[in-house]
């Protein structure tokens, strides 16, 4: 059951129609600007409050290579630039109950919060402490917010100098609390939607901060508990570098991950059971509330070299996939928009009614949007 | 031509101390404006165009606005993010130098203009080091080929220019060192400034303080200090070079500003009161500064004028207020006043704090002039 009163790009002047021309998909693209290009958010956070009534994008005005951020407000038509909300990594979260948005900087070591109204003021929740960092230049405070199944605590990861910090932020006090530390990168830390105590995860690689040298990572996800270090969920997988890119079940149960070889997997925590559901989705991939209908992005880290980078759909009930998009431009100059992070990164919104996923197919980043329904009909047949 | 007197953008505000008063542009692009750091001069020679940094806290990033005194608009240019207090203003055409990640880039000052990338550090200078810094400020080359940059990357530190036709960057030379605040002679195409700077260790947070502030280096890669390291040489800072070429301007954070004469050695106290960043009049005789910008947070910064001529000294602003939050936490908008003598030396332009916010104010030097009993100014 949708509780989206607003969103309803087919009748909206704020999106146009785009339609795939091999699976004859409709996309409704945001062609309501704040900003030269505009993307959706990275696959684990909601940009759109249950309500429908707002939607975030990230913004940015090429060649300045941050983003910030811009909303729509789909009950009055406008569409804003929000210029205080410059952020960095894929940290914006959205309160999916107040359509209030979340962000960090680590140049300011700062977690801020901020309404969707045009004069809402941007508030402080807390700063990353000294003791923390020392003097270190901070890198990263959090790849991407998410609250804590009781809603007091922000999940933190902390890349300083070259050490690597996981934690929460506690909203009411804005202070910080350490739960691990390590000598390698982690980071794509996301609290579990139903344990306020649980966070997942991820060894990353990185370079050297000194050197340059590169480092790979061995063994990719990892549950954090409060009090307890952190603990693979597979201590000895071969398959543990190829896998990546993992988000929370919605009920908490399981964690799913793509294998870059192998496709999209289950994990449950009680069983440890491993599913693999999807063998197409091998990059960026997400699921339904149930987890019987998965999007993602294939290929994206190959671009058209290989094969086309494609939106794709699958459809467990009936076991068919098709395309959202099936030759999703690269965009022009990697290494210039490799500061932007401009990949597909579909993902469900409102209980399940879209999905939406950053389109090239305009020369730029575009937010766009496909209803599932649309989706599910086309692959049931 | 600039004339914030009679202009609609700006506000006159009159300090309670001194009486002098300061033309505050209220006209805004931006919740924050602010006036370039002293070094890199805003206004075109012209006086049609002055360009100023313009902030969304709590953003930390800074994008450049600009003021058309023709048209008598302020506008802002938000593809033009730049890091540390890079931005360069061609003075005959009005166009912006600045960088941001690994980007050396380009605009003109008409909203139709484009950013143009004029070069980037190639990966072979970056080897997947952390870049953290292309420069500090860029200032072109007498010969108008070269920009100066002054690279932090890992725990490597450099200098060396790159050529605007090609974007070719060449490394004059690296330390393990703090180099910053590069700035090329404004006769010699050869020749440039650089400094010994403070700095944290990339990977434990250490601080490393500088021992001798100031040294020159041609491109030949020919380098000397201006001073043996002594007591001294570590509280140097703030240098910027006189427009003939011939001195070097610097503060003491004890002694005050000097000026040093680069064929002689000559070093002399200028003004014992300017201890913090100072500016001079294109002739030596008129001196800027900011006072007391490091404790700030215990007491009221001063903005101050010093006639050389009379030796009075006047506050232009006797009390600024700390920096508004959350410029006060950190140095990510660099919020001191920066004062600068500006448009042929018939301003000062700084930044102020006394709406509670970061303004870019304007005073008139003849009033300064007159006020601490001299003569005509120019």
């Known amino acids: 059951m949708t509780r989206n009163r607003y969103l309803h790009p087919e009748d909206s002047p704020l999106f146009s129609p785009w339609t795939d021309p091999r699976s004859g998909v409709v996309s409704y693209i945001l062609s309501a600007r704040v900003a030269p290009w505009q993307q959706s958010f990275y696959f684990t956070n909601q940009p759109v409050p249950f309500d429908g009534r ?130 390698r990168r982690f980071n794509h830390s996301l609290f579990s939607p139903v344990d306020p105590d649980l966070q997942l995860i991820a060894q990353d690689w990185w370079n050297d901060v000194k050197t340059g040298v590169h480092h790979r990572y061995v063994n990719r996800i990892y549950l954090l508990r409060r009090g307890e270090k952190a603990q693979p969920i597979y201590p000895n997988s071969e398959r543990g570098n190829r896998i990546s890119h993992e988000w929370w079940g919605a009920d908490g149960s399981k964690v799913w991950y793509v294998d870059y070889d192998l496709g999209t997997f289950s994990y449950e925590l009680a069983s440890g059971a491993t599913e693999c559901v999807w063998p197409g989705g091998t990059c960026h991939s997400q699921c339904d509330g149930a987890g019987l209908l998965l999007t993602g992005d294939i290929n994206t880290y190959k671009g ?35 500061g932007y992070h401009v990949h597909g990164h579909p993902q469900f919104i409102c209980d399940g009614e879209f999905i939406t996923y950053s389109s090239t197919v305009y020369g730029r980043p575009d937010v766009a949007l496909v209803r599932v329904a649309d989706l599910v009909k086309l692959t049931s047949a | 031509m600039l004339h914030p007197e009679s202009s609609p953008l700006f506000t006159p505000w009159t300090d309670p101390v001194s009486g002098v008063t300061s033309y505050i542009l209220t006209t805004r692009c ?73 980007d050396i880039l380009r605009r003109g000052p008409r909203p139709e203009d484009k950013a143009v990338r004029i070069g980037r550090l190639p990966d072979e200078i970056l080897q997947g080091r952390v870049l953290q810094r292309v420069v500090t400020h860029l200032t072109r080359s007498a010969d108008g080929r070269l920009l100066n940059i002054d690279i932090t990357i890992g725990d490597r530190f450099m200098v060396g220019a790159v050529e605007i036709e090609t974007g070719k960057v060449d490394i004059w030379f690296q330390s393990e060192k703090c180099l910053r605040h590069g700035q090329f002679s404004p ?10 700077d403070w700095w944290r260790d990339v990977k434990t947070g250490q601080h490393h303080p500088y021992r001798n502030r100031l040294w020159m280096i041609r491109e030949n890669r020919e380098m000397w200090p201006l001073f043996a390291q002594s007591e001294r040489t570590g509280r140097h800072s703030h240098e910027w070079w006189a427009p003939d070429g011939k001195s070097i301007w610097c503060v003491d954070y004890d002694l005050g500003t000097f000026q040093y004469d680069l064929a002689t050695g000559k070093h002399e106290i200028i003004w014992p009161g300017g201890t913090c960043h100072s500016h001079a009049s294109a002739d030596g005789q008129h001196l800027a500064g900011d006072i007391g910008t490091y404790q700030w947070n215990q007491k009221p910064c001063r903005v101050a004028y010093f006639n050389r001529q009379t030796g009075k000294e006047i506050d232009i602003a006797a009390a600024l207020p700390p920096p508004p939050f959350p410029a006060n936490i950190g140095h990510y908008y660099h919020a001191h006043p920066h004062p600068q003598f500006v448009a042929g030396d018939r301003y000062v332009a700084y930044t102020t704090t006394v709406n509670g916010v970061l303004d870019l104010a304007l005073v008139p030097l003849a009033d300064l002039v007159r006020l601490t009993g001299g003569g005509a100014s120019r």
């Open chain 1, 54 to 183: 707002y939607m975030w994008v990230y913004a940015s005005c090429p060649p300045t290579p941050f983003h910030t951020l811009g909303v729509v407000d789909f009950k009055t038509g406008e569409a804003r630039l929000v210029p205080e909300t410059a952020f960095k990594e894929a940290s914006p979260m959205v309160d999916l109950e107040t359509g209030e948005v979340y962000w960090a900087h680590p140049h300011t070591r700062e977690v801020y919060r901020r309404g969707p109204g045009k004069d809402d003021p941007v508030q402080v929740i807390g700063q990353v402490p000294w003791e923390t960092f020392g003097g270190r230049p901070l890198h990263r405070i959090s790849t991407h917010l998410s609250f804590s199944a009781d809603r007091k605590w922000l999940n933190l990861d902390i890349e300083a100098g070259d050490t690597w910090h996981a934690g929460a932020m506690e909203l009411a006090t804005g202070k910080y609390e350490n739960w691990d530390s390590f000598d």
């Open chain 1, 304 to 338: 058209q070299k290989e094969k086309p980078v494609r939106i794709g759909f699958f459809n467990r009930h009936t076991g068919k996939e098709i395309d959202v998009v099936s030759d999703w431009p690269v965009p022009p100059m990697r290494a210039a928009v490799s």
């Open chain 2, 30 to 102: 931006a919740p924050w404006q602010q006036a370039f750091y002293f070094t890199n001069n805003p206004v075109t020679t012209d006086e049609r165009y002055m360009w100023l940094y313009a902030a969304y806290p709590p953003s930390p990033y800074h994008a450049l606005g600009l003021v058309d005194t023709l048209e008598g608009t302020v506008r802002v240019y938000p593809e033009t993010a730049f890091e540390a207090e890079s931005p360069w203003v061609d003075p005959k055409t009005g166009e912006i130098f600045w960088t941001v990640g690994r």
């Open chain 2, 187 to 196: 006769t010699d195409p050869t020749l440039m400034m650089f400094c010994e």
